[in-house]
């Protein structure tokens, strides 16, 4: 065996090796040399996998990381653990999954990491749940990391996205569409590798990556099929080697304030509503707590200037040319601590000047004007916005501990409304009543038991799509729930609804005809009265004192494997969904 009394002095895995010979022997089995066992030795997980078109290239992206591990004198060692996509869960049992891949995610790479000591981490993923299960994972790991976004999907024609499979699939179940264009959707929907084309969770989770200071700037969002991925992802794997020179770990990058910052660009950027979901559970699980009020302190005062669908107009691609995540801080410095320490290995401060200096935003804002935009129609300018924030927290007797709704992805009209209750027990029933003209306008729809511990927390975005693409009733409907919903939900949806029914939650109680209040001005989200008739508070709350008696919890007896574990200990919603 090479000598290894010197390189090995920094490596955590040197006193390991010491202990049974076979560590080495079964590394040299494979592609390993003696002089590969004494470098620093990084472990590169990826969700690469078949699973959809956020993941099907991702390994393209860690084999640059591992060439630059390689060039900075380390040893990477690839692992992958692929993810699940909510657009091939939509409709069936297979949603209830989604949320939980999440926590398993996370838990396959701790166990990935603690078998054997390394010496640093690389994650790369693209989308809805593995990004905030490696941030999570990150945090609990707490080695040198660095994070790489998998990039954004081109644009479908006309500038459309993927999420047009709403108002497609709902006319192919009423059957009024033309076959032919169902088929020119499958073909163009998704034309590209990449997280889909909207600010839905897949890029919002990117950009709070990048916000939070977990990779490398300008990383997040960038187009997945241009040479600028390579080159990030490249970078990565240099910087990783750097981060462990310094000794610079995740939980010193993912701080309060660094948590805070993130918030920041979220609501200015109108980010899908599960980062509430998300960014709880990685603060927990670097030691310490975000409550939701911090998010509604910070949208009652930073400007929503992303124009970035479904809140605004513009592709995420656009979004990227437009200078990105950067831009927004740079824009928003004076709201920003700036002094934060970044896995550059410098503040925010000094990365930003360097972006400027290195011309980054130069350079890409000429892709922009390739389709005659310019940066202030993505990013506008702070002065000319008159919406403050994007997302509010609701509470009320429907509502005790909280609720979550998207008021930028709503006409204005909609933030203030009282209409009768129509109740569902499931999405699917509730779907099945829009597509089949049993909803009418002004109504208020209340899908229950589809929160963390009912159902898994599936999203919503048939039901939702369903209705924002059905003019009868686009506009004047509210929907309320205990599950939640895609980064790409329109219209006035209210989600995240807790305590959620399955634990005797006050939606559990609502029957059809109670007249139910949202008012986002107010953050209020209630029942205003009984079987049609307005009513005060304390009577309100009788009539559920008396409903209660006969409340009985749903048998969930007949559930196995990782679904019963999960619904047996999800935390609130409003905490973050994890699994306890």
């Not at 989604?98 to 989308?127: K, N, T």
Request: hydrophobic share 40%.
């Amino acid at each position: 065996m090479a000598n290894c009394s010197n390189s090995c002095k920094s490596q955590r895995s040197a006193a390991a090796r010491k202990l049974w010979s076979q560590f080495d022997a079964l590394q040299l089995g494979m592609n390993w040399s003696e002089e590969d066992l004494t470098k620093p030795q990084i472990l590169v997980e990826d969700v690469f996998g078949d699973s959809h078109p956020g993941s099907w290239h991702l390994a393209k992206l860690t084999e640059q990381a591992r060439i630059g591990v390689y060039e900075k004198g380390g040893r990477p060692a690839e692992f992958h653990v692929t993810d699940i996509c909510d657009g091939c869960g939509q409709g069936h049992d297979g949603m209830n999954y989604i949320l939980i891949s999440r926590e398993v995610i996370c838990d396959m790479i701790e166990l990935h990491a603690m078998h054997q000591p390394w010496d640093g981490l690389i994650l790369c993923s693209s989308c809805d749940k593995s990004v905030p299960a490696h941030l999570k994972v990150a945090a609990r790991l707490d080695l040198p990391t660095i994070f790489i976004p998998g990039g954004s999907m081109r644009p479908g024609p006309d500038w459309s996205t993927s999420i047009k499979a709403g108002d497609i699939s709902l006319r192919e179940r009423r059957g009024d569409v033309d076959p032919k264009e169902v088929r020119a959707y499958k073909l163009t929907g998704c034309p590209s590798v990449g997280a889909c084309q909207f600010l839905g969770t897949a890029s919002t989770m990117q950009t709070m990556a990048e916000a939070l200071g977990m990779a490398l700037p300008g990383s997040a969002l960038v187009p997945a099929t241009m040479r600028d991925s390579i080159d990030m992802a490249r970078a990565a794997g240099r910087q990783i080697m750097g981060l462990v020179a310094k000794g610079i770990t995740a939980r010193q990058i993912l701080t309060p304030a660094a948590f805070r910052n993130a918030v920041i660009v979220h609501a200015a950027l109108g980010g899908s509503t599960n980062a509430m979901l998300h960014l709880p559970a990685i603060a927990r699980e670097a030691g310490f707590e975000i409550k939701p009020e911090l998010f509604d302190e910070i949208n009652h005062i930073i400007p929503h200037i992303g124009n970035i669908y479904p809140s605004g107009e513009w592709p995420t691609e656009a979004f990227w040319f437009a200078g990105g995540v950067p831009m927004v801080q740079w824009v928003l410095r004076d709201k920003l601590d700036l002094d934060v320490i970044t896995v550059t290995g410098r503040t925010l401060r000094e990365n930003l000047e360097a972006l400027w200096e290195e011309g980054f935003f130069e350079r890409i804002e000429g892709y922009l004007h390739n389709y005659g935009l310019k940066r202030e129609q993505l990013i506008k300018p702070v002065e000319s916005v008159k919406e403050i924030g994007s997302l509010a927290v609701l509470k009320g007797n429907l509502a005790p501990e909280g609720a979550v709704i998207k008021y930028a992805a709503a006409a204005p009209e909609m933030h203030h409304h009282i209409g009768p209750a129509r109740v569902f027990d499931s999405e699917e029933d509730c779907y099945s009543a829009v597509v089949e003209n049993r909803v009418k306008p002004g109504d208020v729809l209340i899908i229950r038991y589809e929160g963390p511990r009912g159902s898994g927390m599936p999203e919503m975005l048939m039901t939702t799509e369903a209705i924002v693409c059905d003019e009868r009733l686009n506009g004047s409907v509210v929907l309320v729930t205990d599950g939640r919903f895609s980064g790409g939900t329109r219209g006035p949806c209210v989600g995240h609804v807790s305590p959620e029914a399955a634990v005797g939650g006050p939606i559990a109680l609502v029957q059809d005809g109670d007249l139910i209040e949202l008012d986002v001005h107010k953050r209020v989200l209630r029942i205003v009265g009984i079987a049609g008739k307005p009513c005060n508070e304390e009577e309100v709350e009788r009539v559920l004192a008396e409903r209660r008696t006969s409340w009985k919890a749903p048998d969930y007896s007949n559930r196995r494997g990782i679904f019963k574990r999960y619904t047996e200990s999800a935390a609130s919603a409003m905490a973050g969904a994890y699994m306890e």
